[in-house]
């Protein structure tokens, strides 16, 4: 990642949460992103599946409405354009059985950064007075993340 995505991510928590990250927790944020994706997508396969379809459609996608609601804020931030890029690169697909519309890796930066926003928010609610969040509050978020997605 080059040095102008890690002054991104700190810039764009900053903004979203009000919280200091650095170039250290962006691979934890890498992780978060990639495993997060992975999880809607493996979702989004078996609703291709079973509706008898041989390609996964956006609609596939499990969003619910607080992540939607996250992806409409994202979409809204004035760092969104200057973000973008980096999510790009981060909301990479794993290998699926299933053939992927074109629509879904359209759709997969905003996600990830919908995602980027409540794991944000997140950091908050586990510990409001939180500036820095340490490696308890991301296994924290984590934990919540996988109860939910």
């Known amino acids: 990642m080059v ?20 170039k250290t ?5 890498q992780a978060f992103v990639r495993d ?14 079973a509706d008898d379809r041989d390609v996964i459609e956006s609609r596939d996608l499990p969003i619910t409405k607080g992540l939607q609601e996250s992806i409409h804020r994202f ?13 790009e690169e981060i909301a990479t697909r794993p290998q699926l059985d299933l053939a992927v519309a074109l629509d879904v890796d359209e759709v997969l930066p ?3 950064g919908g995602l980027s926003l ?6 908050r609610l ?15 978020a984590f934990r919540i993340f996988d109860l939910l997605l």
């Open 3 to 22: 040095v102008a995505s890690v002054v991104s991510f700190e810039r764009f928590f900053r903004e979203a949460a009000d919280l200091d990250v650095d």
């Open 126 to 140: 586990i510990d409001p007075n939180v500036r820095r969040p340490a490696t308890a509050h991301w296994e924290r």
């Open 36 to 49: 997060k994706i992975a999880d809607l997508l493996t979702i989004a396969q078996a609703r291709a599946r």
């Open 75 to 87: 979409r809204r931030l004035d760092l969104g354009a200057e973000v973008r890029p980096m999510l």
């Open 110 to 112: 905003e996600v990830a």
């Open 25 to 29: 927790d962006l691979k934890r944020f």
């Open 118 to 123: 409540a794991l944000g928010q997140t950091f």
